[in-house]
């Protein structure tokens, strides 16, 4: 069935360090990846997303890489700051006859250390 | 880049009464529009697709006849908590889609927290 699991549920890391999380998917035909931040009371904002027709896209300090065939992808974040706490999701399509839905992970809680 | 409007940012409503959440791309046209809920420290949990001019789809375990979704234009989706009860409080978040390949993604609102007292 359509599933999308996250990895770790919780993340902390110092300042300035990298943190990975890492998102499983179950559609194979899911085309589209994007990654959100969730600060507290407020909706998700896009950071990065990935198409299925590229392994890596960066942007700064962030850094997505996809692998179709294990059908998992990662985000990277180098440099961490204290601002970059915050929950993070990944979310998957499960692509439909008419129209795709947006399945999204359970979250990963990043904690950044000053 | 694209904007999506939801309104109200928060709610808080007496048992039994019926509350409306709009959400309006204001820059694109939304060919699907999900509704999300989402509990304190958990995820967003999609309770229903809707694609302008027809019906939504709800996700099982979802009561359409208590959370109404309509989705008139390409710009404006409404879903309303009918006889809402102090478990319907939670945070709700509408995204709406493009399918427009320059532009293709999904963009969410605000959220709205809804709470019932």
């Known amino acids: 069935g359509e599933n999308v699991e996250q990895h770790p549920s919780t993340l902390s890391v110092q300042e300035g360090d990298s943190a990975v999380i890492k998102c499983t998917y179950s559609?194979?035909?899911?085309?589209?990846f994007p990654w959100y931040k969730q600060e507290l009371g407020k909706g998700p904002q896009l950071i990065i997303d990935?198409?299925?027709?590229?392994g890596e896209k960066k942007d700064q300090r962030i850094a997505v890489t996809l692998n179709k065939t294990a059908k998992h992808f990662s985000l990277h974040i180098t440099e961490t700051q204290p601002e970059d706490s915050a929950v993070y999701f990944c979310?998957?399509?499960?692509?439909?006859?008419?129209?795709?839905?947006?399945?999204f992970g359970p979250g990963t809680s990043l904690s950044v250390i000053p | 880049g694209a904007v999506v409007s939801q309104h109200p940012s928060w709610v808080i409503c007496k048992s039994g009464t019926s509350v409306k959440i709009e959400c309006r791309s204001l820059?694109?046209?939304?060919?699907?529009m999900f509704w999300y809920r989402q509990f304190p420290k958990q995820s967003l949990m999609l309770m229903a697709t809707?694609?302008?001019?027809?019906?939504?789809?709800?996700e099982q375990g979802v009561e359409k006849d208590k959370f109404l979704i309509n989705h008139a234009s390409l710009t404006l989706s409404t879903l309303t908590v009918t006889s809402a009860h102090p478990e319907d409080s939670s945070f709700y978040i509408c995204?709406?889609?493009?399918?427009?390949?320059?532009?293709?993604?999904?963009?969410f609102g605000s959220g709205t927290r809804l709470t019932v007292v």
């Open positions: 995204s709406a889609g493009s399918a427009d390949p320059l532009n293709y993604g999904y963009t």
């Open positions: 559609d194979s035909a899911s085309n589209y």
């Open positions: 990935i198409r299925s027709n590229v």
């Open positions: 979310a998957a399509p499960v692509v439909l006859a008419s129209y795709d839905k947006v399945i």
């Open positions: 820059d694109f046209q939304a060919t699907t």
């Open positions: 809707s694609n302008e001019g027809s019906k939504a789809t709800y």
